[in-house]
């Protein structure tokens, strides 16, 4: 059968399967053996037996749970209604007011989170009834939660940084260190909007009603500081070279333990608590990634990858062409799946190509997860934007046009990594200099 065909034979097979509600995991599994029970003269099951292994005894991936587990950790100890207290004497001052404490406290716990959903679904629970009940614009404050939900996925530790990092096999100790600035741009790019915003129609803005001394305001923050210090030293250590992503995270682990016990809420039930949605969550996306390695080796016996970079190459692409052409198909892929299944069900197809083109992979994965978290607020599966509707009880066009201009903005910040690759590459390049 010609390559071609074969290709949108088995998109079509994938398409179908996730359209009828299988798992992404048994999608994957299910159009990988098809491939190569069909298609290729591999023993398909004895492959998939050392594959699904193979890919699940990576010490790297060992930082997977680790990480989950002490986002779970954080999140049933008071750092949710901590942070809104703690950053709101601050933001008061700024053009915005308050709804600046919806991006710093996403990215904060985006920190230890690494999930867009349980970002935008913390930080909106004690945000958003805070907000409306101070007389904030509804638009705005549900779109800038939304959209700073999505730090989720880039500020490390981020959980799909892994996922892209065991499926391009790098460095994800690298990863995490370049997902720091454009994480940063990221939050700049959010308050500058609001305070843009904030500035063109004051009208709509509250006046500030927390007025408190510099003391004050730094009392209101300790209980944040131990967070912030524990978040700093996890990626220090992974800058300096002190720890491996995976020895980072046990200290991480161990941290979160120690802050949970100091501030009394480390009981046995959250302890277990914690641990089985940890796992849960762990199980369910190692699954994902053991089916999309066996789809990788699958579509390398069928021959596609190496067909579709040869048909690329033929056609002359420019680099900003080829950049452009993939933008455009990842966001159409949005609108249908989650992150991580984007990742997943990309990666054996388009990973040649970029190799091929010369494209630096830490590079292309920050550019990955910036595009990627737009489908967390694109209709019609915008994560985000469900997370939202069920806490606000508001309709999915008003919280979708508020979050339109977000999702601009994270055009312009593709743009800007696209013309200034440094952003993501410098600090990766500085650690390899250190170490």
Known sequence: MDTMILSFVLIALMLALLAGGVWVGMTLLGVALFAMQFFSDAPAFKVMATQLWGSTSSWALGALPLFIWMGEILFRSRLPSDMFSGLSPWMGALPGRLMHVNVVGCGIFAAVSGSSAATCATVGKIALPELQRRGYNEKMILGSLAASGTLGLMIPPSIIMIVYGVAAEVSISRLFIAGVLPGLLLIAMFMGYIALWSYLHPERVPPNDIRLGLLQKIWATRTLIPVVLLIGFVIGSIYMGF?????????????ALLLSWLGGTLTWASFSEGLTA?????????FILAAASFLSIAMGFTGIPRHLAEYIQAQHFSLYTLLFVLTLFFIFLGCFLDGISIVVLTAAIILPTIEAAGIDLIWFGIYCVIVVEMSAITPPVGFNLFVLQGMSKKTLSLITRGTMPFFFLLCAAVALLVAFPEIATYLPDKMNERN
């Open 278 to 286: 940890a796992t849960m969550t762990s199980c369910m996306v190692i």
């Open 243 to 255: 720890a491996t992503a995976t020895e980072a995270a046990v200290m991480g682990v161990i941290g």
